[in-house]
């Protein structure tokens, strides 16, 4: 939807301008227009809206410098110029960039692409309903066309995962995910291997299948791989999802109204390492990166696991299952010790996994913890705020895992009932032998009503950090 302007690219009905505050006559706008956009900035107006029959621009002053902040009310300037657009049914926009600001114009661009996305697959009038906005013709002074098909590119990835947590199960099964994979693998470049249910037992997922024991449907398990010739890490980057498709809570069903009605969305860490996946695939990051998601849905059947079962996992350790409602850790361990084999550089696993994080720092940021090196727990906060999706460090101190010991197994899965997203966490860590930051992205993953640009439901949080995170420090 990002395009490069071309000849062919033809003629808009909005232009969106970005200039630098104090360069309102290099614009060369009609006389009138000039003093009326000049005023309106001296103003402190953020955005003037010019708008003459069907046609509209949008002039949006910046500084030569933008900070994080600057960027992220830019994005919100985006999205406010994709409502207008469609609004009035026009159908492209190009976007002129004459600030010499290299991020001011890339962060409008995202905002409008990422704002103007819609879930339409199950109405009857999609057509109707359909966003009239199909084209962002970048035009810029500086900068060149790789960046603008990288921000594509990007986004796609982006919108990519919130269509999958936008799915419900009734159509995204273990098994269906699995495809999907294997799909967006065959679209961005990336290897993608599905493990089946028998495999899953051959490699004594204990935990996966523990979770998968109360459903009719077939857990997966999917490993995804991009490894370019041109890698400059020796030892890969691996990427771990939570992707339990639908969280019921198992026996220990959750108590509705209210807790289980957002649970399709329990699988958005999957999705965001298969956005990950795409944007570094897609881009030809020179990165070798793996993806690793365990997926089932979690679910009280007959032969459901019951609480108090003792469960054997992956790497041989025993877990007394206490709430079957703590599923997404017992999936991820099985998914952590596997990735023992790759002997990573960095292991980053993201998890929509404890109400206790959504309730720490709500649905503004992501918590994350680790045992990563400082420098790397510090560039992935840093990423977090260039691309907004911000996170908050929580610690693992030892007396936490003291509540994952269990009497009569290596670990139970439940802690007590404070700081939460830490137990689990270190119950998580258990697992690992290699650097490792887990990010419980349970808060921002999925919200019930539009924020900004961050669209109601599937927000697709995790692909623009991890791209970010990765491009700027392993490439
Ligand atoms: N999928 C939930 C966590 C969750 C909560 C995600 C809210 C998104 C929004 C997870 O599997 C869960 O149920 N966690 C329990 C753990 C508890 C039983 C130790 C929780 O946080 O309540
Ligand atoms: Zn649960
Ligand atoms: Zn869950």
Redesign the pocket.
């Known amino acids: 939807m990002i395009e490069k302007m071309t000849k062919k690219s033809g003629q808009t009905d909005a232009e969106a301008i970005v200039f630098l505050k104090n360069n309102i006559s290099e614009l060369q706008l009609p006389k009138e227009e000039q003093i009326f956009v000049s005023n309106e900035v001296k103003g402190g107006k953020e955005m003037v809206t010019l708008q003459r029959l069907n046609r509209v621009a949008f002039f949006i002053p910046v500084s030569k410098e933008t900070d994080d902040a600057g960027l992220e009310a830019l994005r919100g300037k985006g999205n406010d110029i994709q409502s207008v657009v469609n609004r009035m049914k026009i159908s492209s926009l190009r976007l002129n960039d004459r600030s010499g600001n290299d991020s001011a114009g890339r962060a409008v661009a995202e905002g409008i692409a990422l704002g103007n996305y819609q879930f339409l697959k199950y109405l009857k009038a999609k057509k109707e309903k359909q966003n009239s906005l199909g084209h962002i013709y970048v035009e810029r002074k500086s900068g060149n066309s790789s960046e603008i098909e990288e921000l594509n590119v990007l986004t796609a990835a982006t919108l990519l995962a919130r269509d999958l947590v936008n799915e419900p199960v009734s159509f995204l099964t273990a098994e269906q995910f699995s495809k999907e994979m294997v799909r967006a693998g065959k679209m961005a470049g990336f290897k993608v291997e599905v493990l089946n249910k028998k495999q899953i037992e051959a490699h004594k997922m204990g935990g996966l299948l523990a979770v998968n024991r109360g459903s009719i449907d077939h857990p997966t398990f999917t490993i995804m791989e991009y490894k370019p010739k041109n890698a400059k890490n020796k030892k890969p980057v691996v990427l771990i999802g939570k992707g339990?498709v639908f969280?019921t809570?198992g026996l220990?069903l959750?108590p509705t109204p209210g807790s289980m009605d957002?649970?399709k969305?329990?699988m958005a860490g999957a999705a965001a390492v298969v956005g990950a996946m795409y944007s570094i695939a897609g881009n030809k990051l020179p990165v070798h990166v793996v993806g690793l998601v365990p997926a089932t849905d979690n679910r009280p059947g007959m032969n459901a696991v019951a609480p108090q079962d003792i469960i054997t996992m992956h790497d041989g350790s025993t877990v007394e299952v206490l709430?079957t409602?703590?599923?997404?850790r017992l999936i991820l361990a099985d998914a952590l010790s596997y990735a023992k084999k790759y002997n990573p550089e960095l292991c980053i696993d993201l998890a929509?996994?404890?109400?206790?994080a959504?309730r720490a720092i709500g649905s503004y940021a992501s918590a994350i913890m680790g045992t990563a090196s400082h420098s790397a727990m510090k560039k992935l906060a840093e990423s977090g705020m260039s691309v907004w999706e911000r996170t908050v460090e929580f610690p693992l101190w030892k007396e936490y895992g003291d509540e994952m010991k269990s009497d009569i197994a290596d670990l139970k899965n439940?802690?007590s009932a404070n700081a939460?997203q830490i137990t689990?966490g270190k119950f998580l860590e258990h697992f690992t032998d290699y650097p490792w930051i887990h990010i419980d992205i349970?808060g921002p993953?999925?919200i019930n009503g539009a924020n900004s640009y961050r669209t109601k439901g599937g927000t697709g949080v995790g692909v623009r950090l991890l791209f970010d995170f990765i491009k700027k420090n392993y490439c």
């Open positions: 339990v969280d809570g220990s959750k957002e649970m969305c329990d709430n409602d703590a599923e997404g929509t996994l404890t109400g206790a959504v439940l802690g939460g689990a349970a993953a999925y």
